[in-house]
């Protein structure tokens, strides 16, 4: 499929969706959110897609903020739909995505950039990053996920201090934080995107998928975290995964997994 604001890019099992409005700092409108749904339900259905790295074009930024012009016209019900809406269509489906999504951040990530980094299960940076929600400047706060997936990363204390003064931070600051896994030079942020995504994908694809369900069921106030490892941990023992693992343990040798 065509996009007008993605570049879509397959290394192997990669698959990258890069965000190509360079010119814009690669702000997210209305048509790239819908733009990235589509692109990560075909990846999240493609046999031959083992994990997504997500990066931003250029080196200015990953992602610096939502397209502010849009919200001009909105009242309360357009605020409320818009923020459902992504929500739903993008920062919860990376979430809860059955793969491996990782947040390639380069220069910044502000605002709805942040937020979509927060929503990868991974991220790393490179040294030029600086990330930030600076929403309250605007009259407004994070509305995709920012209050809660900030709060989860770095505790509530720095949380709120990062939303009500809307300051950035830098790269190495966010990986004290625990906000990224890690901080490499620009050179090197793909290639240490690309490693770390190779190991995941070298392991039980059923059981990658399990645990980030697992995972994030502990994080949501409606969901027993440990029922849900309990059945997925059970579930994986259906799996002809868990038969090649336990074989190749046994002879000795590196597992070749199906995802079956």
Same mark, same amino acid.
Not at 53 to 57: L, N, Q
Not at 98 to 102: A, F, G, Q, R
């Given at each position: 499929m065509s996009f007008q604001n993605l570049?879509?890019?397959?290394?192997?099992? $990669?698959?990258?969706i890069i965000i190509n409005r360079e010119s814009k700092l690669n702000a997210l409108n209305k048509d790239t959110l819908a733009e990235l749904h589509t692109a990560l339900s075909d990846a999240f259905c493609n046999s031959a897609v083992g994990g997504i $790295?997500?990066?931003? &074009?250029g080196q200015k930024a990953f992602v610096a903020g939502a397209d502010i012009a849009e919200f001009a016209g909105l009242d309360v019900a357009g605020g409320h739909a818009l923020a459902r809406h992504g929500h739903h269509s993008v920062f919860d489906f990376i979430e809860n995505g059955?793969?491996?999504?990782?947040a390639a951040v380069n220069g910044f990530a502000l605002g709805g950039g942040l937020e979509l980094a927060m929503a990868c299960h991974i991220r790393? &940076?490179?040294?030029?990053a600086k990330m930030g929600l600076p929403e309250v400047t605007l009259g407004l706060i994070p509305g995709y996920g920012g209050t809660q997936r900030l709060t989860q990363l770095v505790g509530k204390g720095k949380a709120l201090e990062m939303i009500m003064t809307a300051d950035m931070i830098? &790269?190495?600051?966010a990986h004290r934080l625990g906000l990224v896994n890690a901080v490499v030079g620009q050179e090197e942020l793909l290639p240490k995107a690309e490693d770390l995504l190779n190991k995941i994908l070298s392991r039980a694809p059923l059981a990658v998928a399990a645990a980030i369900k697992a995972i994030n069921a502990g994080l949501h106030n409606d969901q027993d975290g440990y029922e849900i490892e309990i059945e997925e941990f059970g579930n994986c023992f259906g799996t002809e995964d868990f038969k090649e693992g336990v074989l190749a343990f046994l002879e000795k040798r590196k597992p070749a997994f199906k995802g079956i």
């Open positions: 570049l879509i890019e397959n290394k192997g099992r $990669i698959q990258y $790295i997500i990066t931003g &074009a059955n793969k491996p999504v990782v790393i &940076a490179s040294g030029n830098t &790269a190495e600051e």
